[in-house]
């Protein structure tokens, strides 16, 4: 039976999951720039809290190094539209945000799957586990709360802390998901796929699954199948 995968631990993995294997035997990175971030958080969409959309979706200023002019926040600069899809991009300071905590999770991913396996893509440079969670913590404190109380028939009021309406920071609620996946037993499920060619992270689905995807488990058997036989020869 398939363990079903909860929207915080899609949210962390997929983060963690811009950085690929890009198919010539290298790592592709989907956040080099405001647009792909763009395009990730438009892929989702339907995860990510409605303030943090709206949020990358207005660019802070950015100053164009090849022009030596800044675009002021909100405004849609003509290289931001039809690249990846129309509408305005997030902000560089977005950008480095989100950047520095995926750094911050793949670290902290390195360290809950078993020792000695993290993902080769960043496994000889990954930042000190302090500093993750230091990194962590700090992002997730970036979305401004106010209290709020719950009083249900037939208990005691509750305190809880709910965020500001339409401030809500998209590099803080992805914290918040990391947070949340990494403190849930979802965490021993996860795994770095070491197949030929591949530097993901996954979530096992069922006790036996050992790769990331079938392709995966194909490109695997095919070269212990090759190793064996250059053992013997």
Same mark, same amino acid.
């Given at each position: 039976?398939?363990?079903?995968?909860?929207?915080?631990?899609?949210?962390?993995?997929?983060?963690?999951l811009t950085?690929?294997?890009?198919?010539? $035997?290298?790592?592709? *990175?989907?956040?080099?720039?405001?647009?792909? #971030?763009?395009?990730?958080? %438009?892929?989702?969409?339907?995860?990510?809290?409605?303030?943090?959309?709206? !949020?990358?979706?207005?660019?802070?200023?950015?100053?164009?190094?090849?022009?030596? *002019?800044?675009?002021?926040a909100g405004?849609?600069?003509?290289?931001?539209?039809?690249?990846? $899809?129309?509408?305005?991009?997030?902000?560089?300071? &977005?950008?480095?945000?989100?950047?520095?905590? !995926?750094?911050?999770?793949?670290? #902290?991913?390195?360290?809950?799957?078993?020792?000695?396996?993290?993902?080769?893509?960043?496994?000889?440079?990954?930042?000190?586990?302090?500093?993750?969670?230091?990194?962590?913590?700090?992002?997730?404190?970036?979305?401004?709360?106010?209290?709020? #109380?719950?009083?249900?028939?037939?208990?005691?009021?509750?305190?809880? %802390?709910?965020?500001?309406?339409?401030?809500?920071? #998209?590099?803080?609620?992805?914290?918040?998901?990391?947070?949340?996946?990494?403190?849930?037993?979802?965490? *021993? !499920?996860?795994?770095?796929?070491?197949?030929?060619?591949?530097?993901?992270?996954?979530?096992?689905?069922?006790?036996? &699954?050992?790769?990331?995807?079938?392709?995966?488990?194909?490109?695997?058997?095919?070269?212990?199948?090759?190793?064996?036989?250059?053992?013997?020869?």
């Open positions: 039976m398939r363990e079903p995968i909860s929207r915080d631990a899609r949210l962390a993995l997929d983060l963690a950085l690929r294997h890009d198919g010539n $035997g290298g790592v592709a *990175d989907d956040l080099t720039d405001p647009v792909g #971030l763009s395009a990730w958080v %438009r892929a989702h969409a339907g995860l990510l809290p409605a303030g943090a959309r709206d !949020r990358a979706g207005h660019p802070d200023p950015v100053r164009r190094a090849d022009r030596g *002019d800044t675009t002021a405004a849609v600069r003509p290289a931001d539209v039809g690249a990846r $899809g129309a509408g305005p991009t997030a902000g560089t300071a &977005q950008l480095v945000a989100v950047r520095e905590l !995926r750094a911050a999770v793949r670290a #902290l991913f390195a360290r809950a799957v078993r020792p000695g396996e993290p993902s080769p893509a960043d496994a000889a440079r990954l930042m000190p586990v302090s500093e993750a969670v230091r990194r962590l913590n700090e992002t997730a404190a970036r979305t401004p709360t106010v209290p709020v #109380l719950d009083w249900p028939e037939n208990a005691g009021p509750v305190l809880r %802390r709910q965020p500001v309406h339409g401030t809500a920071d #998209l590099a803080a609620a992805l914290a918040h998901a990391a947070i949340a996946f990494l403190a849930s037993p979802d965490r *021993d !499920r996860l795994r770095a796929c070491h197949a030929p060619r591949c530097v993901r992270y996954f979530l096992k689905e069922h006790p036996r &699954q050992e790769w990331c995807t079938p392709s995966c488990g194909n490109r695997a058997r095919v070269a212990r199948h090759h190793e064996r036989h250059r053992a013997r020869a």
